[in-house]
């Protein structure tokens, strides 16, 4: 069963073997990628704990971010030791995040698609938005992305609208977190 945890240098092995699924410079949603080093560099045991630890200090809101930057929180979608994908909780939004990128990103891992894995994370994450103080939070996808947007529908997304943005023509939900009450990290899929 799925759990959320922090990024770990533990599953090392299993993040490299996910990131070698994705096409060369694909956009993966979620993961804090852009914390990065250029991608080559994380086989390297040392610089993959200096950026796990990195995506760890951007849910400190007494540090300060670069510009552009916005506090987040990281969690990892794990089986096991299998990681299988990535979430975060964008504390607030910026203007590019309030056009295109939305409170909460996600992206899973091509071989563990279509499992259910993205619609268990996202209604994961939700009472986490809400024990931060968000009253609901912007969710994107991409137009074409039928999996994402249903994802999003079958968490309470309502379309507020399909739009042309800076990253593509994108699909804007908001989820109401009213009723939703707040949970513990790392909890299962039940």
């Not at 073997?17 to 949603?29: K, L, N, T």
């Not at 529908?153 to 593509?168: C, K, M, Q, Y």
Request: net charge neutral.
């Amino acid at each position: 069963m799925p759990e959320l945890t922090a990024p770990t240098c533990r599953l090392q092995r299993s993040w490299l073997a996910a990131r070698d699924e994705w096409p060369p410079g694909a956009h993966q949603d979620g993961t804090g990628l852009r914390l990065a080093p250029p991608d080559g560099e994380l086989v390297d045991p040392v610089v993959f704990a200096a950026w796990v630890e990195r995506l760890r200090q951007q849910s400190d809101r007494s540090m300060a971010l670069g510009e552009g930057r916005v506090h987040a929180t990281h969690w990892w979608i794990v089986d096991g030791d299998s990681y299988l994908g990535a979430v975060d909780l964008r504390h607030y939004l910026n203007a590019l995040l309030l056009d295109v990128g939305g409170h909460i990103g996600y992206s899973i891992r091509p071989s563990f698609r279509r499992r259910g894995v993205a619609t268990w994370a996202l209604g994961a994450v939700l009472p986490e938005a809400r024990a931060i103080g968000l009253d609901r939070v912007l969710v994107t996808c991409d137009d074409g992305n039928i999996g994402s947007a249903r994802s999003i529908e079958r968490n309470g997304g309502v379309l507020e609208d399909v739009r042309t943005t800076s990253a593509g023509i994108k699909r804007r939900y908001w989820i109401d977190l009213q009723g939703i009450g707040a949970t513990a990290l790392g909890r299962t899929a039940g």
